[in-house]
Nanobody, 121 residues
Framework: VQLQASGGGLVQAGDSLRLSCSAS????????MGWFRQAPGKEREFVAA????????TVAESVKGRFTVSRDRAEKTLYLQMNSLKPEDTAVYFC???????????????WGQGTLVTVSS
């Protein structure tokens, strides 16, 4: 599978942004699609993930209540709705595919190229 993330940009604190991740290739109901981010000088961290079949989700505590992960199975597209953005949300955001629900980076075997989100104060 190939993943293409898009939707990043420069926004102000408090603004909203929606990221998309388009997939070419197979995504089965058993797969999990996730979002990770990497801020400058920091390690990549888990943001959110969704089971492709059931749409059950898990979200990092740092973004809970502000970020929502969803998917469109017909369009094979993953979304990350980000509200009330903060400067500390500034990072390159990556989408990835795993075989099971996980927050661990090494469980995700297929990665997109990343899209940059910059939140100014």
């Amino acid at each position: 599978v190939q993943l293409q993330a898009s939707g990043g940009g420069l926004v102000q604190a408090g603004d909203s942004l929606r990221l998309s991740c388009s997939a070419s290739g197979n995504i089965f109901s058993s797969h999990v699609m996730g979002w990770f981010r990497q801020a400058p000088g920091k390690e990549r961290e888990f943001v959110a993930a969704i089971r492709w079949g059931t749409a059950s989700t898990t979200v990092a505590e740092s973004v809970k209540g502000r970020f929502t992960v969803s998917r469109d199975r017909a369009e094979k597209t993953l979304y990350l709705q980000m509200n009330s953005l903060k400067p500390e949300d500034t990072a390159v955001y990556f989408c990835a595919r795993a075989n099971g629900l996980s927050r661990r980076e090494y469980d995700y075997g297929h990665w997109g190229q990343g899209t940059l989100v910059t939140v100014s104060s």
